[in-house]
């Protein structure tokens, strides 16, 4: 890959998402390099590597999250980085609780369209057990 594309962006932020949606966290860990740096939030250290970021989504979106429904907007291209707006519901396991989550994302990209740096910004409303 030259540089990243809309298209190119699409489709990774399609395959996050059905990798979220599924519990996926095997599905996951395909979209990033082995030394990937993913930031959860602004403050929190970055995760880094396949095995750290495999266990945050297994015990994530594959143990605690259910009926999951994710969507993005595009809001920017760059050679090697891509912006979005998201959108994810899911019900809490074991509690029941409706989550509705909406963020923005900032991705970097290597040659290959394989995520290298992963940061997201997002705030969360939670409904006990709808």
Not at 23 to 51: C, K, Q, S, V, W
Not at 56 to 63: L, P
Not at 72 to 87: C, K, N, P, S
């Amino acid at each position: 890959m030259s540089a990243m594309t809309s298209s190119d962006f699409e489709d990774w932020l399609d395959k996050y998402g059905q990798a979220w949606e599924r519990g996926d966290a095997e599905g996951a860990i395909r979209l990033f390099t082995d030394n990937a740096n993913y930031y959860e939030t602004p403050f929190d250290n970055p995760m880094i590597g396949h095995e750290v970021i495999r266990k945050y989504w297994s015990e994530g979106a594959g143990q605690s999250q259910k009926d999951v429904q994710f969507s993005y907007q595009i809001l920017a291209v760059g050679e090697d980085f891509g912006i979005a707006r998201w959108q994810a519901k899911f019900v809490r396991v074991p509690s029941g609780n409706q989550v509705s989550l909406d963020g923005v994302l900032v991705s970097s990209f290597d040659e290959q369209g394989k995520c290298k740096v992963f940061r997201e910004w997002w705030h969360r409303v939670e409904l006990e057990g709808v």
